[in-house]
């Protein structure tokens, strides 16, 4: 093909679009309420994921030593954990530490115990982190048999249950957008079909006068990818806007300090890129499936 | 210029429309092909371009063979051949200009020779005022010169005409025929699939009859020899 033919076909595309004014319209449409729909759901999905991992980073595992052990044997355990596969830090937590952690984590009912400060009953302890929060309770078990160990907690019990609720999460927020993107595939592609099937006859004609498949195909492609993105920017506008305002509605908002909504930069960059993408993607689709079927004259 | 060699073919319904046909057509030639309806004409018609491929036997235009030729290079072996068809099949949306020049951009003509080989033919067939009109702006008859400038605007060697003036009045089909017999002129072969009586004996060339899918009758300067 010639480059000056491809000018052509992308010339074509566009003053066939204007060509076919409602018909573009009705697909434009199409594209923009759906992709609408993906997009709130890829945001959701993605800020429930980052939810759910801030969550389950703060589980650690607390490992306290044996208050007869000494220094080196405390050197010895700490290379022993960070020998584990699964555990990515180790962190020293002396005992005036972990006293401290404690007061300031119960608050006013803390300072009853400032009067330990001098008696500390805590022992000295590792805090240990796995690469894979789900790793938490194996690597505990695996620490509790090492030497000098006294106690392993993670929060037994309580930690299994959240890594549940947040794998659930997950878990169905990924069925709903693959079911929500397959939907509107097919949605967007048959809106496509029956713009492209009121146009059987010119297809007929363009073969009829010689035209190849390819140059027949060039114009709807690009009429395709047109439909797609341009379907595309109403719905990146839209999430753009309400996300902003979400954002900062949620981090004013001092008593939602538990956990942070995914920042507006770089999320809406990667989000309007994937919907440009998968807009073009199914405009293509819709619009190459559907000449096919006229193009055996 | 245009060969068929023993050609029949047989819908799939069981329908046989063309039952053994042999006719050789020398280039510059003007043909018309008579017949009642259903007789096979159309079908004859239609594997010249080959829109149809006939069940067996060949057909040669213009030394290439519409029968052998790979799927892919049917394309090319249309640009052989000028169609201009009973219900002009103009793309109602392009203006006439765009009507004909697309002909030659399928052949990824330069857009300097499109622009002088449009208005060339435009001239020819009396629409050169008329370039920026869309085809339902026009008459019958207007609508008709388009399409026969869109299929000789790429100067095929060979032009068929399936009834090209079965929708126009007596009047414009005559417009018609004078455009016919000015591209004749110019060594085009010409074939024509035609009810109009008044014509074919008025303006007197080869006839071929086919009733039954057969030829049936081959003059030259034949009659029309049917009553309608």
Redesign the interface.
Known sequence: MKFRTLGRHIKEGFKSLGRNGWMSFASISAVTVTLLLVGVFLVLLLNINAIASQIEDDVEIRVYLEKTSEEPQHQELQQQLEGIEEVSSVKYVPKEEGLQELIDSLGDEGKVFQSLEDENPLPDAFAVKTERPQDTPLVADEIETLDYVSEVRYGQGTVERLFKITDTARNVGLVLIVGLLFTAMFLIANTIKITIVSRGTEIEIMKLVGATNGFIRWPFFVEGILLGVLGSLIPIGILIFAYQFIYEAVSMNLNTILFQLLPVYPLMFQLAGLLVIIGAFIGVWGSMTSVRKFLKV | MIEMHDVWKTYPNGVMALNGIDIHIEKGEFVYVVGPSGAGKSTFIKCM?R?EKPTKGNIIINGRSLIKVKE?HI??V??QVG?VFQDF???P?LSVYENVA??L????E??KVIRKRVMEVLDLVGLKNKARFLPDELSGGEQQRVSIA??IV?KPPVLIADEPTGNLDPETAWGIMDVFEEIGTRGTTIVMATHNKEIVNTVKKRVIAIDGGRISRDELRGNYGYEI
């Open positions: 371009y829109q892919r394309p090319f249309r640009r169609v099949k103009l793309l949306k697309f002909a951009e399928v052949i990824e330069s857009p869109r299929s790429n």
